[in-house]
Structures are given as structure tokens and as C-alpha cells.
């Protein structure tokens, strides 16, 4: 066995110089004592690790995985990497049936779209709230996201030729969320980019990205979709698309984590795969016109999104929105709302979840703005529940605010 | 994106010069690759002389106390250096022994407050001493209460400095409620002065209209006849960023600004001339505490700041903060050095 076999790390753990600073911006750390803090669990825990297996800690489960360490590290530790890393190969415990609901997304739109009216109103009663959380510990004080009746896929068919129609075309991958909680989102996006002239086309049968999975112990499924995920994207790259999306997890997620986390080879697409925001943006910078309504008023707040702010085009989506007239914009200060995916689902979470985001929450709440716009699904999920204050996706935004 | 500036580095050199740009209706971007030096600020600002009224202009816009009055200060390890210009946490006395009896307290389970150090220093300058520990509690008027509950004659309290990460009110808040002259030492590292003097010119930043892009690292440069049209981000990769022109404060080595090859001293964005020995064995002193040379190296200007690729000046790009290392000793090292710099490479860009 070579040493470099122990001694060199993907995620450049040899570069910590043990300056402290990721403890500071660890939104996890300021709540919950009983989590290590991303210098612990990361660099100086895998530096044990590599010694023996042994010294793996079950508190990096606390971890969100939001990868502001990351963000603030001074010398380009891939810390939360090697926080994710460890979970992945070394916690072998199987996930339990909680976690594997939570991780599904995919496979709990199926199940849930024929039958959506139902599953709305069951998870709307307390009682079953009660259930889940005594049976499963989802906790009972989280609302549920409501399922659509008609996925996005299905309606997006239906107008395949008109959008063949359009002289530049793009792919959209419209994650889980789009498909079966908020098909609007993505019809929003259509209203958007047809108004710029350009078609919009599915992928050739996406799968969820598997962010969910990768974080609730099931990297063996989620490297499945990965490897599923990158061949299709693959496709739409060599006919010379580009790949948009509206969630900025989906995106991050395709981007970064296939291959930093799963090892899957994602370098013939990642450059491809972009945020629609940034996109659109690109488009008007280089001259595209959108025509907006004359009397166009809103006053919004916008909140990024942990892994917008990891890939660091939050810029784009705040530089598009003030294109919008009529849009009075406050941007908030970059703070962690708390949910983390499937992580504030989990009752032993809940608490701390609610802690994390109450310094944005009170930024929204003087902010006090007819909607916070935010790139990101759950984020609202955790955003409408804390505060009662409206949270759109930036492109449903801009699809109304253009003539129709 | 075009900027009518963009800076490289988000310390307080960068911060200084964007903050200054901003506010003379200049559009500019800072990219910040992580945090910074302001860390692990120790509060004091070296080679200034004097109070400058830019400086005291911009941090009290900031909402950042800053005192000037030449003296000495109390390091972590209980020795004395001088000091002219200070923040608000920071003392700086007229002499060493600025108390009779000093009591010292510290948090119990904390490790990084070197009370023996201190007290050693103390005693030494003339300031009988005495330690105590106080249990970690919630609350700034539990703590306030505690350490004056302890006081026993003494007329100075030295207390940790690791109060007050948005705002310096705790700090304001010790000094009035305990019956002493309260003093604050420094850590072991990160600096929570530090830390909110960095968010702080963050904030009025950004509040000037400034893009900083946090995280992000500038990894190359579009430059034809010694001129940078653009620059290229990690995170923005295709989407480069234009400019008329460009401020380089990205640091000395621990901010990656400069390299050290076993063979050389590299400027890694732009290859810029640097400033160091052929002969290795001059870059270090082989005794560890000595003034080491390689601390001195920097990017070669020319007197408007201006760096060079093979001898020649790069005309719409600037240098400021500690990637200058001793290569213009009049603007001093640390803080004084990006401060004044800074404030250079601005009037720079300003002059018609």
C-alpha cells in the first residue's frame, strides 16, 4: 500500500491550517452542543479516520451539509466534503424507514400524484401529524408540501411541438419539486424563456438528483441516479443544450456533489448544467429583451439559498431581479434558514432547525416584503411555516411581471 | 458583468479600497476566496503614525469605534508593544503599569486565555495579580455581576476578548457595569474584534451598492499589452469579469496571494514580478522566532502602484495590502500597511 493511499485527500484536508474560522460560520455549531463543529468533524476527524476507522463520530449526522464552512475556509478545504465523505464510508447503519421516505422524493411524487387531494388533506390534519411523528419521528409541527394532480412532465408533453417549435432551445431539469408539488414553477420558467424565443425540452427521463439520499445514507441509490442523471444530461450537452434548473440544490447537487461525494464522473456536463437565473441573466446582459408590464409592483426580500451561495451565483439572481421595474428589492444577509432538505423534518432536529433560522426569520420579518424570493424548495417550505410571509421562486417573479 | 472596478481580495485592504471606490460613485466587485487576515486582527493598527481622517471617516460610517492615543497595549502574553491607533476594544496606555492590583479572570473550560502569561507580564510591569475562573453563563449582566462580586480591591479587571461578535454594546456594557477598569487581552485565534471589524466594512460595503462575491476566487486573467480586460472566477467560470480597472489585495502566503516553490516566490493570477533572493537560503533564518526573511517578499511596483509582468507595468492594475510585503516599507506591515495602500492605490485610480 502506497502511504499517499492515507496521506492525500480529495478534499484538500492537508491545506487546514487549524485557523478556526469555518466554527465561526457553522450554523449548526451556534445551537447544538452536541454536534463537533466542521473543524472537528472535517479536517482533525479525518485525520484520526484515516488512522483507524474507529474514531468515526455518529454526531456528524448533525452536520446540514449547507457548506458555509466551505464558503468562509481561507484555504479551500473542502470541509463539509470531508464531513459528507466520512458518512458515507464509514456509517454503515442501514437508514431507517424515516429516513428512506424523506430521501425518496422521487418515488413519494408517484406515489403520491394520482391520489394528490387526499395525501393533502390527510398530512394536514394533526392527527397525523401525530402519527408521524410517533410512528416514524417526523415531527408533528412541520407542514407537509402540498402534491399537484398533474406533473410537470406529463403537461410539458402535451406542448412538445410548440416548444420544438422555438428557433434556440434549452433542457430543463426540473427536479421532484417542480414535477410533483409546484408544476406552476415550471410553467413559469416556459412563460419565461418563450418570451426570449427559446423552446424549452425535458431531459430524457431525469431522475431525482439524489441530494436527499446522499444525506440520509443511501449514496449506493443516489450514485444509481448520478450515473443515470449524467448520461441523460450528456445527451442534452452533445445536441448542444444547455441545461437549466430552478432548484438551486438540484443544481449544486449535479454540479459539485456527483462528483465530489460519489465519485461519478460529471465533467462532460457540469459546465452545462446552469440556474436558470443565471441563464436569463446572461441572455438580457447580452442584449435579449424581455417586455415587462407597465404597472408591475412588488416589494420583495431575497433570501440565498445555502448552495446558491456554495456556488456563489446568488449575484445572478439579485442583478435579474433588479433588471424586474417595479420590484423593490431589500437583499437579505446571507443567513441559513435551517431546513436543510429532509434535516428540520426530523424530530430530533426540529428544535435546532427552528434556532438556526430565527436570526433570518427576523430579518424577514423588518424586512417585511409582500414576498421573499428564493431559488430554493425547501427553504420555503421552512420559510412560509416560520414566518407566514409568501416565498416565490425568482422566475416565477419574472414570469409575472412580463406581458403575457 | 462589468464593474468600473474589481478587486481581488476581501480583507481589509481590499474592503478599504472598495468601500473608498463606492463611495466616489464608482461600481466595483470584490471577490473574496474565504475569510481573512481580519481574523485574526489583534485591534491594533501598526505604522500608522498618526490618526488618519480617512480611515477614522470610514469606520465610524461603519459603525466601528476606533481611539487614537500613542502608548503602549497589552499583548495575549502578557508583554507590552506600542500603539497609536486602536479599536474600541483595545487600551492603550500612557505606560505598562496602567493599574496597582489587576484581578484576571477567565472562563472556566476555556483554554485559549493565557491568564499565567498575562499575570507573569503584569507582575513584571509593576501590577500585583490575581487569577479567577467564573463558571460560562448566559447573559452579559451575569457575567457583569460575577466579576464584580470577585473585586477585592483591585482597580483593573483583564477579561478575555471574545465579547461582542455583531456589535461592540457587551463590550461598552463591561466597562460600565463593573467597578474597575476593565481590560481586554487577547485570545488564542480567531479574533472576535477582528471578526466584527471584518463584517462590519462587509456590510457598509454592500450598503454602498458594492458586489461582494464570498467564497469565489479569482484563478486567471485576460491581459493583452499590459492591459487586464478581465478577470476569470472558480465559481463564475465563463462569465468573466470586466473592468476599467483592477485592484490585486489578495494577500500575502496564508491568503495563497503569494507561492513559495521550492525554486521561487509566484504571484499566481496575473505572474506578476516578485521581489525575493535568487539564493533560497536567504529566504529563511533557521532560528524559528526570528524576523524571517520570506515575510518581506512582495510584488514589485512602480510608485503609482502599478505591478509588473517581465519588467513592465501593467497599467490599469493596482497592489495593495500585505501581497506588497516590505516593497514599500513607507506604508509600513499588517493593518498600516493595507490601510495605507489602499488608500494609495484609490487616489490612483481617482487622479483624472
New interface residues.
Given amino acids: 500500500m502506497s502511504y499517499q493511499e492515507k496521506t492525500i485527500s480529495n478534499h484538500n484536508f492537508e491545506e487546514c491550517?487549524k485557523?478556526?474560522?469555518c466554527t465561526?460560520?457553522c450554523p449548526v455549531m451556534k445551537v447544538n452542543p452536541l454536534y463537533p463543529g466542521p473543524k472537528q468533524a472535517g479536517p482533525d476527524g479525518e485525520r484520526l479516520r484515516l488512522k483507524n476507522p474507529w474514531f468515526f463520530n455518529y454526531a456528524l449526522k448533525y452536520c446540514m451539509n449547507c457548506k458555509r464552512c466551505?464558503?468562509?475556509?481561507?484555504?479551500?478545504v473542502g470541509v463539509a466534503d470531508l464531513i459528507q465523505s466520512a458518512r458515507i464510508k464509514y456509517d454503515k447503519s442501514a437508514p431507517k424507514l424515516r429516513d428512506r421516505m424523506l430521501a425518496s422524493t422521487d418515488f413519494m411524487g408517484k406515489l403520491a400524484r394520482p391520489v394528490a387531494p387526499l395525501v393533502n388533506f390527510g398530512t394536514s390534519l394533526g392527527i397525523t401529524k401525530t402519527a408521524l411523528d410517533w410512528t416514524l419521528g417526523i415531527d408533528h409541527r412541520r407542514s407537509f408540501p402540498k402534491y399537484s394532480g398533474r406533473s410537470f412532465e406529463s403537461w410539458l408533453k402535451k406542448h412538445a411541438s410548440k416548444q420544438a417549435a422555438f428557433p434556440e432551445q434549452v433542457a430543463y431539469f426540473h427536479g421532484c419539486y417542480v414535477n410533483y408539488n409546484n408544476p406552476q414553477l415550471g410553467k413559469d420558467l416556459v412563460k419565461v424563456l418563450n418570451a426570449l424565443g427559446i423552446g424549452v425540452q425535458l431531459l430524457d427521463g431525469e431522475k431525482c438528483c439524489g441530494i436527499a439520499m446522499i444525506t440520509n445514507g443511501m449514496s449506493a441509490q443516489a450514485t444509481k441516479h448520478a450515473k443515470h442523471n449524467v448520461a441523460v444530461l450528456g445527451k442534452a450537452v452533445d445536441a448542444g443544450l444547455k441545461v437549466v434548473a430552478t432548484s438551486s440544490t438540484c443544481a449544486f447537487t449535479m454540479r459539485d456533489e456527483y462528483r465530489s461525494l460519489l465519485g461519478v464522473d460529471n465533467s462532460a456536463v457540469r459546465?452545462s448544467i446552469l440556474m436558470a437565473t443565471?441563464y436569463i441573466y446572461?441572455k438580457l446582459?447580452n442584449g435579449a429583451k424581455l417586455r415587462f408590464k407597465p404597472d408591475f409592483h412588488l416589494k420583495a426580500a431575497y433570501h440565498t439559498p445555502c448552495h446558491m451561495?456554495?456556488?456563489?451565483?446568488g449575484?445572478f439572481t439579485e442583478?435579474l431581479l433588479r433588471m424586474i421595474p417595479g420590484l423593490e428589492l431589500t437583499?437579505l444577509?446571507?443567513a441559513c434558514c435551517g431546513i436543510a432538505g429532509t434535516y428540520g423534518f426530523k424530530k430530533e432536529n426540529y428544535a435546532s432547525s427552528q434556532a438556526i433560522g430565527e436570526e433570518l426569520f427576523k430579518h424577514i420579518r423588518e424586512a417585511d416584503p409582500e414576498v421573499v424570493a428564493c431559488d430554493c424548495e425547501t427553504c420555503k417550505w421552512q420559510i412560509e411555516m416560520s414566518t407566514g410571509y409568501t416565498v416565490m421562486n425568482p422566475i416565477s417573479i419574472l414570469a409575472e411581471a412580463i406581458e403575457d | 458583468m462589468r464593474f468600473d472596478c474589481v478587486i481581488t481580495g476581501g480583507g481589509l485592504a481590499g474592503l478599504i479600497a472598495g468601500i473608498s471606490l463606492q463611495k466616489e460613485g464608482r461600481s466595483t466587485a470584490i471577490v473574496s476566496t474565504g475569510q481573512n487576515a481580519m481574523h485574526f486582527f489583534s485591534g491594533t493598527f501598526e505604522s500608522v503614525k498618526e490618526a488618519p481622517a480617512r480611515l477614522a471617516e470610514i469606520f465610524e460610517a461603519a459603525g466601528i469605534k476606533v481611539h487614537y492615543s500613542a502608548g503602549v497595549r497589552l499583548m495575549p502574553m502578557g508583554t507590552f508593544r506600542e500603539a497609536e491607533l486602536a479599536l474600541g476594544d483595545v487600551d492603550i496606555f500612557p505606560s505598562e503599569r496602567f493599574a496597582s492590583k489587576a484581578l484576571i479572570v477567565s472562563f472556566r473550560g476555556e483554554q485559549g486565555f493565557f491568564t499565567g502569561f498575562l499575570a507573569d507580564g503584569l507582575e513584571k510591569a509593576g501590577i500585583a495579580c490575581r487569577l479567577a475562573a467564573i463558571d460560562r453563563s448566559s447573559g452579559i449582566k451575569k457575567i457583569a455581576a460575577a466579576v464584580s462580586g470577585l473585586l477585592d480591591g483591585e482597580d483593573a479587571v483583564v477579561l478575555p476578548q471574545v465579547f461582542g461578535q455583531k456589535d461592540s454594546a457587551d463590550v461598552e456594557y463591561l466597562r460600565e457595569a463593573i467597578p474597575a477598569k476593565v481590560v481586554f487581552a487577547g485570545t488564542q485565534p480567531p479574533s472576535v474584534p477582528g471578526i466584527r471589524t471584518q463584517m462590519q466594512l462587509k456590510d457598509y460595503y454592500i450598503s454602498l451598492g458594492g458586489t461582494f462575491l464570498q467564497g469565489d476566487e479569482v484563478t486567471g486573467a485576460h491581459v493583452h499589452d499590459g492591459v487586464v480586460h478581465s478577470v476569470v472566477t472558480r465559481n463564475l467560470d465563463s462569465h468573466y469579469l470586466e473592468a476599467d480597472c483592477f485592484v490585486l489585495a489578495s494577500g500575502g502566503f496564508f491568503s495563497k496571494g503569494l507561492l513559495a516553490t521550492p525554486t521561487s516566490v509566484v504571484e499566481p493570477v496575473f505572474g506578476l514580478d516578485v521581489d525575493y533572493p535568487a539564493d533560497r537560503s536567504e529566504w529563511y533564518d533557521p532560528s524559528f522566532a526570528a524576523d524571517q526573511p520570506y515575510m518581506r517578499f512582495g510584488v514589485k511596483t512602480d510608485v503609482a502602484l502599478h505591478p509588473m509582468i517581465a519588467g513592465e507595468s501593467v497599467r490599469n492594475l493596482y497592489v495593495a495590502g500585505s501581497i506588497l510585503g516590505a516593497t514599500r516599507p513607507e506604508f509600513g506591515t499588517g493593518a498600516g500597511l493595507a490601510i495605507r495602500s489602499a488608500f494609495a492605490v484609490v487616489d490612483s485610480i481617482l487622479k483624472p
Fill in positions: 491550517t485557523c478556526t474560522i465561526l460560520y466551505e464558503v468562509s475556509c481561507p484555504s479551500g459546465d443565471r446572461e446582459e451561495e456554495k456556488m456563489g451565483w449575484v442583478r437583499v444577509d446571507s
